[in-house]
């Protein structure tokens, strides 16, 4: 039984780390700034003005409402949506013209990438606590290197092949397309699992045997079965539902209750700050190569330097895989990751090189910079996820994303009202990550001196059921040992992941 558990698990991350693969792998993404000028006919004061910034906008703006979302409806839905968001902004790319059209596909894209926090606990819901690490790892590693064969792909068609930009756009969309196949197939598996599960239970049932269906089935059958008002016994309902019945005394203490846990509150401490600092790399990393190494004059290939600094963002997830879980829930190992980013982060601001020097120091910094950060992404998302409270696990994710955003948009918004430039942003995203040490450092020494483990009230969780406060606890205290069972799933002490 446990080779067939196990068997199941990784056929669950293999779905999910395709999924990953394929949404993120596209040919045209270097070159977008380019065909939106040359064939769309956009000009660079209409994409700063007008087009890049509904991106920012549109994430704030759907963030909170995804979040809740996914812990109302469940969240194989959410994900279906967000790919088809995808699939949307490589119609409108391809087929429509205009600042009007250009400007909705960054809408669509942020509902689709602030799907990737629901894709990765879509795959959570399916797996043990003992699984999250390595899901989370090759989750991100599978994410990162989509975008590696892609960048390399489109850079080796355009230089070699003379391949029209156009074409790019038609081959990335057959990728987006690959991900929506292989994430139906997981959903369908997932639904048909539960359905198994659930007629073997009522046929034990009808034959007088008490039979305790686990918390976490399907959610698809959970919905399905909630439109045909059939009751489910020990199944928690919506989480918005839930909220609309209490209090706000009670529904504060609810939301507060979910970081009560401190390894919850530590790496979601890591999260505001380094996702900020991501955020503003993003941004500007292209153009401050650009501007501080005369790009216009040496002809860099911004191609192959994406591809380097996804390829280091592979390499961070991976190396981590049969170590992480040895250090990722110790409490000082959010302040050291946080430390571990900041080096590089001030290591840039000396420019190494030069306008007349080699790129190659400044590039291998920026490399520096995302491994750090993918790698320490990874630790944060499995951490939280083995200690929240109920599985919400989309609800943390994305309101620690929420906030870390709203900080760098203001930010951003008066250091852009001050006229700030390139070089200034860069030291913006050190400061993020700077912020990050001086806030961790008092937390990690008031956690190190109480107790390890921090509890959790049982009155912060009153939306849960008592199955759904056991499953967390038992993640909680069996870690290494899992013994339930879910989706098939569960694990015995000996069928742990050996990357893990």
């Given at each position: 039984?446990?080779?067939?558990?196990?068997?199941a698990?990784?056929?669950?991350?293999?779905?999910?780390?395709?999924?990953?693969?394929?949404?993120?792998?596209?040919?045209?993404?270097?070159?977008?700034?380019?065909?939106?000028?040359?064939?769309?006919?956009?000009?660079?004061?209409?994409?700063?003005?007008?087009?890049?910034?509904?991106?920012?906008?549109?994430?704030?703006?759907?963030?909170?409402?995804?979040?809740?979302?996914?812990?109302?409806?469940?969240?194989?839905g959410?994900?279906?949506?967000?790919?088809?968001c995808?699939?949307?902004?490589?119609?409108?790319?391809?087929?429509?013209?205009?600042?009007?059209?250009?400007?909705?596909?960054?809408?669509?894209?942020?509902?689709?990438?602030?799907?990737?926090?629901?894709?990765?606990s879509y795959?959570?819901?399916?797996?043990?606590?003992s699984?999250?690490?390595?899901?989370?790892?090759?989750?991100?590693?599978?994410?990162?290197?989509?975008?590696?064969?892609?960048?390399?792909?489109?850079?080796?068609?355009?230089?070699?092949?003379?391949f029209?930009?156009?074409?790019?756009?038609?081959?990335?969309?057959?990728?987006?397309?690959?991900?929506?196949?292989?994430?139906?197939?997981?959903?369908?598996?997932?639904?048909?699992?539960?359905?198994?599960?659930?007629?073997?239970?009522?046929?034990?049932?009808?034959?007088?045997n008490?039979?305790?269906?686990?918390?976490?089935?399907?959610?698809?059958?959970?919905?399905?079965?909630?439109?045909?008002?059939?009751?489910?016994?020990?199944?928690?309902?919506?989480?918005?539902t839930?909220?609309?019945?209490?209090?706000?005394?009670?529904?504060?203490?609810?939301?507060?209750?979910l970081?009560?846990?401190?390894?919850?509150?530590?790496?979601?401490?890591?999260?505001?700050?380094?996702?900020?600092?991501?955020?503003?790399?993003?941004?500007?990393?292209?153009?401050?190569?650009?501007?501080?190494?005369?790009?216009?004059?040496?002809?860099?290939?911004?191609?192959?330097?994406?591809?380097?600094?996804?390829?280091?963002?592979?390499?961070?997830?991976?190396?981590?895989?049969?170590?992480?879980?040895?250090?990722a829930?110790?409490?000082?190992?959010?302040?050291?990751?946080?430390?571990?980013?900041?080096?590089?982060?001030?290591?840039?601001?000396?420019?190494?090189?030069?306008?007349?020097?080699?790129?190659?120091?400044?590039?291998?910094?920026?490399?520096?910079?995302?491994?750090v950060?993918?790698?320490?992404?990874?630790?944060?998302?499995?951490?939280?996820?083995?200690?929240?409270?109920?599985?919400?696990?989309?609800?943390?994710?994305?309101?620690n994303?929420?906030?870390?955003?709203?900080?760098?948009?203001?930010?951003?918004?008066?250091?852009?009202?001050?006229?700030?430039?390139?070089?200034?942003f860069?030291?913006?995203?050190?400061?993020?990550?700077?912020?990050?040490?001086?806030?961790?450092?008092?937390?990690?020494?008031?956690?190190?001196?109480?107790?390890k483990?921090?509890?959790?009230?049982?009155?912060?969780?009153?939306?849960?059921?008592?199955?759904?406060?056991?499953?967390?606890?038992?993640?909680?205290?069996?870690?290494?040992n899992?013994?339930?069972?879910?989706?098939?799933?569960?694990?015995?002490?000996?069928?742990?992941?050996?990357?893990?």
């Open positions: 039984m446990g080779g067939e558990r196990t068997h698990c990784w056929v669950t991350v293999v779905l999910v780390c395709s999924v990953a693969f394929f949404i993120n792998c596209q040919p045209s993404e270097p070159f977008l700034s380019k065909y939106l000028q040359e064939d769309k006919n956009i000009t660079e004061t209409q994409l700063d003005e007008l087009v890049w910034p509904i991106d920012t906008y549109a994430t704030l703006g759907v963030i909170l409402p995804i979040a809740f979302l996914s812990e109302q409806v469940g969240y194989g959410v994900v279906l949506v967000s790919l088809l995808r699939e949307a902004t490589r119609v409108i790319l391809i087929y429509s013209q205009g600042v009007t059209w250009m400007a909705i596909t960054q809408g669509t894209y942020a509902i689709a990438t602030v799907g990737n926090s629901v894709l990765l795959a959570y819901k399916q797996l043990p606590a699984w999250y690490m390595v899901a989370s790892l090759l989750f991100y590693a599978s994410y990162y290197l989509g975008n590696v064969i892609g960048s390399a792909t489109g850079q080796l068609l355009v230089e070699h092949a003379s029209p930009l156009h074409r790019l756009f038609y081959l990335s969309w057959g990728f987006t397309s690959t991900g929506l196949i292989f994430f139906l197939f997981s959903l369908s598996r997932w639904y048909g699992i539960g359905r198994k599960r659930k007629l073997l239970s009522r046929e034990d049932e009808s034959e007088g008490i039979v305790l269906e686990d918390e976490d089935e399907s959610e698809m059958a959970i919905m399905k079965e909630k439109q045909n008002g059939v009751a489910s016994k020990g199944k928690h309902k919506g989480f918005v839930e909220l609309l019945k209490m209090t706000w005394k009670e529904r504060v203490a609810q939301l507060t209750g970081y009560a846990p401190r390894q919850v509150v530590l790496w979601s401490l890591w999260w505001v700050f380094s996702y900020g600092a991501n955020i503003i790399f993003g941004n500007y990393f292209q153009t401050f190569i650009y501007n501080e190494y005369d790009g216009e004059n040496k002809k860099i290939q911004f191609g192959w330097i994406e591809c380097g600094i996804e390829v280091a963002s592979v390499f961070g997830n991976v190396v981590q895989l049969g170590k992480a879980s040895s250090y829930s110790l409490p000082f190992t959010p302040l050291i990751m946080s430390l571990l980013l900041l080096v590089p982060a001030i290591l840039i601001q000396f420019r190494f090189g030069g306008a007349d020097g080699t790129i190659a120091p400044a590039v291998t910094i920026l490399c520096a910079i995302k491994c950060y993918s790698g320490s992404m990874s630790l944060a998302t499995a951490s939280i996820g083995k200690a929240i409270v109920g599985g919400r696990f989309v609800l943390v994710f994305l309101l994303s929420f906030v870390s955003l709203a900080l760098v948009s203001i930010v951003s918004a008066v250091a852009s009202s001050l006229h700030a430039n390139t070089s200034t860069i030291t913006i995203m050190a400061g993020f990550t700077g912020g990050a040490v001086l806030v961790l450092i008092p937390c990690t020494l008031w956690f190190g001196t109480t107790e483990k921090s509890p959790v009230p049982h009155q912060y969780v009153v939306a849960y059921s008592e199955e759904e406060l056991n499953s967390t606890h038992q993640r909680e205290s069996h870690v290494d899992d013994d339930y069972d879910d989706n098939l799933c569960a694990m015995d002490g000996d069928t742990t992941p050996l990357l893990i």
